[in-house]
C-alpha cells in the first residue's frame, strides 16, 4: 500500500488536481478510491516488499536502472493490495540472469526473466520497444532499449504506464496519476494505435473501468466503437479471462459498456437481441437483457452465480411466444438457457466443472419449488446440496429484478425455501445415496445379486427417503428394500 511521511522522495505538485472530480454515478473519486494524495501530503512513498527492495537494490549496484512498473504502481496508489509485483529495467535479460541466483525463462524473447527470491516469483523485463503487430495481438518482433521513457509508451493506459523507485519517487510521463485521480481509462498516445496493435485492450478497457468503477475516456471510447470488430483475432482463451475478470468486478453491470460499443455484436450477438427483446408480461419491468444485468448486480461475485445470471435467460429467445391477449410468455426457457450457456461456455474453454455447475444452476433457475420440506428435498437431491444456496441466491436475484407486482409474490417464497432449506440442513435430512443409512454392501448381505439390480434399488430408496427422511436407518429400509430378483 502507499504512504505518505513527512519526509521522503520526490516532491509532486498536486495543488492544481484537487478538484471535485464525479463520475456519472455522482461519487467523489479522490475518496472513493482512496487516493491517498492531499495538498498537505506532497511527498510519496510506496511500501514495497522487502524482496522486491532486495531485486532493486541488486539491479542498481550493477550500474542497471530499475523500476516497479504498471499495475502493482496502480494498485499502491489507490491503497490496493497489488498482485504482482513486475520490474523494468535496463538490463538486458542475460544482465539479469547473470546478476541473480536462481532465475526462470518466462517470456525471455520479450525480455522477461522471473526472479525467485524468498519462495515467490518476481517478473523482471527489460526495456523494450514493440516492432509491428502483425496478428492483433503479439508484436512480431521487440527490441530492447535503455531508455524508460520508450518502454513507458508502448504500454496500455497511462494507469498502467507509471513506474517508481523508493530514491526517485514516481515515473508518471503519461498523466496517469491525474487520470487516476480523475478515475479515467485513458489509452497511452493515439488509442486507435494502441488498439489496433493489440485488440485485447479493447476488452481491458471495459474490465478496467468495472473493477476500479472508473469512466472510458471519450476518444478511448471512441476507438473502442471503431475497432471492436478486431476482437475475433482474438483467442477463446483471452476473451474468457478479459470477461471473467469483469464480471467478477464490483461493477458487472459494466458488462452494458460491451453491449454500447459494438463489442457483444461481435462476441456474443444473442445478448444485442435480448437487449431488444421486451417482456410483455405483469412479472417484468424491464426488456430481457437489462433483466439479466439487474439479475447479475444482485448476486455475489461468485464464479458460477455470475455466469448463470448473465446467461439464465438468454433461451427466451427461441422460447418466446405471445398469446391472443398479447402477453408473452417463454415457457421452456432455462431448459433452453441452460444448452446454450453450456456450448457458450465451451466455446470459452471453460472447465467441465464450471461449465456443470453453471449450466445446473440455468437450468433449474425457474423450477417451480412446491415449498415443502419433500419437494425442496428432491430439489437438492437433483442439484446438489453444496450447490443449493447458490440456486437459492440466483432465484431471489432474479425474483428482485422482475416487476414490484413479481417482487412482492416471489421474495417472500424465497424467504420460505431457505427457510426450510435451513432446517433440512439441521436435522440432518438424507438428500443424496452418500446419506444413505444403507449401501450396497448391505443390499448385497441380504441377497442382491452384485451389478445393476444394486444401483436401482439404491435409487429407489433415496426416492423413498427423500420423501419419509425418518426412513433412513439401515433396519427401516432393508425391511422396505423391494425382493431381491435372484435373492440366494
Known sequence: MMTIPESKSQTLNLCDMKQDFKSPGNHDFEFRNTLLITERQHRMHIELPPQVHNILRILRSAGFEAYIVGGCVRDALLAREPEDWDITTSASPQEVKTLFRRTVDTGIQHGTVTVLMGGSGYEVTTYRVDGIYEDGRHPKQVSFTRSLAEDLKRR???????????????VDLHGGLADLTHGLIRAVGKPRERFQEDALRILRAVRFSAQLDFTIEEETLAAIRAFAPRLTLISHERIQVECHKLLLSPHPERFLT????GITAILFPEFDQMMEMPQNHPCHCYSVGLHTMETLKAVPADPALR????LHDVGKLSTHTVDEHGIDHFHGHAAASADFAR???QELRFDNQTIRLVTLLVRYHDHRLRMNEADLRHTMC??????????????????????????ERLLPLCDRAEALYAEIIARGDCTSLKDLAVTGQDLIAAGFRPGREIGATLEQLLELVLDHPEYNTKEELISRAPSPA???
Open 486 to 488: 435372484s435373492a440366494t
Open 382 to 407: 437433483r442439484v446438489g446440496e453444496e450447490n443449493f444456496p447458490r440456486l437459492l441466491t440466483l432465484r431471489r436475484a432474479d425474483a428482485a429484478a422482475k416487476s414490484p407486482l413479481a417482487r
Open 343 to 345: 456450448h457458450f461456455l
Open 258 to 261: 460491451l453491449y454500447e460499443t
Open 156 to 170: 496500455d493506459f497511462t494507469i498502467n504506464a507509471m513506474a517508481y523507485h523508493p530514491e526517485e519517487g514516481l
Open 307 to 310: 455466469w448463470a445470471a448473465l
